[in-house]
């Protein structure tokens, strides 16, 4: 049973460019979270999403940022035109339900604008 | 404003020695606490949870009490071991957001 994939573990984009960040949760879930973190910093909400449908996204930025878990497939955190300060690792978290359930973490994807 | 406080910010300790990491919560309202380890460019990997009339919970040399009237939780690490070098990061679950809101961590380092 493989464990959250996140994909690419890094990424480098220029100024400007789209950063596209890939989450596959386990098996069997279906409640996505999406952390930032920050250079000596602690893990930042982002978004929670089941499938088709965002939850709470009270963390993301208003503007260039967008999440999506569709109904097949991954889930999706998308950031247009990024700037030198989205440089960050982003993590994705699953589990299977709310609660007392436990929630299991991606290796995080390295993002790098130069 | 929710939040989680841990202390220390970082810590060094000599390998075989015990240490006591502290977590404060102001989350409201209280569903669980976990206790997670960070490796160095690694996610997050559980190692304990515990929800409100819990007290105390241990998984290996990891122990893990928690004081709900006193919104106060530690994790004690007995016989440290270089792999326990890692960031501890105290979580609190909020029912009713459905997030988890997490403490900036204690970076820990064991010497020999």
């Known amino acids: 049973n493989a464990g959250v994939m996140q994909n690419p573990r890094h990424l480098v984009r220029r100024r400007g460019q789209e950063a596209r960040l890939r989450c596959s949760p386990m098996k069997g879930h279906s409640h996505v979270y999406w952390y930032r973190q920050l250079p000596e910093e602690g893990l930042k909400f982002m978004v929670y999403?089941?499938?088709?449908?965002?939850?709470?996204e009270s963390g993301m930025p208003k503007e260039r940022f967008s999440a999506e878990f569709p109904k097949e497939g991954p889930s999706i955190l998308r950031i247009q035109q990024v700037v030198r300060g989205d440089s960050a690792a982003y993590f994705c978290a699953s589990s299977s339900g709310t609660g007392y359930t436990e929630a299991f973490f991606g290796q995080g994807t390295r993002l790098t604008v130069v | 404003k929710n939040q989680v406080e841990q202390s220390p910010q970082s810590l060094i300790i000599l390998e075989g020695k015990n240490c006591t990491l502290q977590c404060n919560y102001t989350v409201s309202p209280f569903s669980n606490l976990r206790w997670y380890k960070q490796d160095t460019g690694r996610g997050p990997v559980s190692l304990t949870i515990m929800t409100f009339s819990e007290n105390t919970k241990s998984n290996g040399r990891y122990t893990a009490t928690l004081d709900a009237d006193t919104k106060q939780s530690s994790l004690h690490i007995t016989a440290s071991q270089l792999s326990d070098s890692a960031s501890y990061i105290c979580?609190?679950?909020?029912?009713?957001?459905?997030?988890?809101?997490f403490g900036t961590g204690t970076r820990l380092q064991v010497t020999l």
């Open positions: 999403l089941q499938k088709e449908n965002i939850i709470d």
């Open positions: 979580v609190v679950y909020t029912g009713t957001a459905s997030k988890l809101t």
